[in-house]
T-cell receptor
Framework: DQQVKQNSPSLSVQEGRISILNCDYT??????FLWYKKYPAEGPTFLIS?????DKNEDGRFTVFLNKSAKHLSLHIVPSQPGDSAVYFC???????????FGKGTRLHILP | ETGVTQSPTHLIKTRGQQVTLRCSSQ?????VSWYQQALGQGPQFIFQ???????GRGNFPPRFSGLQFPNYSSELNVNALELDDSALYLC????????????FGQGTRLTVV
């Protein structure tokens, strides 16, 4: 029972263009959503988050959009840079929750 | 500010053996969570410790157990290792229970043969 779904295992984007990573969730009790980035041989690194009371949060080149009615969120990276090549995990947690639920990840390749 | 550190980085064990993995939390963080990441999967929550008490547990059998110490460092113990326990084990620390911004260590790669 996958509560957080990342349906694209991989994505290739030209350097300088926009990267859009998508994520769907099934549990309407989730109220906090996070994106993590992971390089090989390293632990996941927190990237950006959004509370369920918002529909957009921006931090530099990274913007996360939340559509609660569709139970969908997306991460936009613009412009994409070579260092953005990594695995991106979408994750969610509930209020007072002890755990973060992760998707399976999307591997982003930034092409020169 | 010291980040989350885990030891060892790699480990090979034989089926049936026991293993202990260690985690030092980030300075000022009193909550530690452990996750298992199998190949091709996202991290899965094992359990969380807050102020030395288990605060929540995922769908893992009792042979997965843990400890948190007064300095908030933590151990994950796995008894009677099975081949399917082969995975990357991640420790995450956060300044409070709600995991809004958990910081992860680099992980311990466990291989069971």
């Amino acid at each position: 029972d996958q509560q957080v779904k990342q349906n694209s295992p991989s994505l290739s984007v030209q350097e300088g263009r926009i990267s859009i990573l998508n994520c769907d969730y099934t549990n309407s009790m989730f109220d906090y959503f996070l994106w993590y980035k992971k390089y090989p041989a390293e632990g996941p690194t927190f990237l950006i988050s959004i509370s369920s009371i918002k529909d957009k949060n921006e931090d530099g080149r990274f913007t996360v959009f939340l559509n609660k009615s569709a139970k969908h969120l997306s991460l936009h990276i613009v412009p994409s840079q070579p260092g953005d090549s990594a695995v991106y995990f979408c994750a969610a947690s509930g209020n007072r929750d002890d755990k973060i639920i992760f998707g399976k990840g999307t591997r982003l390749h930034i092409l020169p | 500010e010291t980040g989350v550190t885990q030891s060892p980085t790699h480990l090979i064990k034989t089926r049936g053996q026991q293993v202990t993995l260690r985690c030092s939390s980030q300075s000022g963080h009193n909550t530690v969570s452990w996750y298992q990441q199998a190949l091709g999967q996202g991290p899965q929550f094992i359990f969380q410790y807050y102020r030395e008490e288990e605060n929540g547990r995922g769908n893992f059998p009792p042979r997965f157990s843990g400890l948190q110490f007064p300095n908030y460092s933590s151990e994950l113990n796995v008894n009677a290792l099975e081949l399917d326990d082969s995975a990357l084990y991640l420790c995450a620390s956060s300044p409070r229970v709600m995991n809004t911004e958990a910081f992860f260590g680099q992980g311990t790669r466990l291989t069971v043969v």
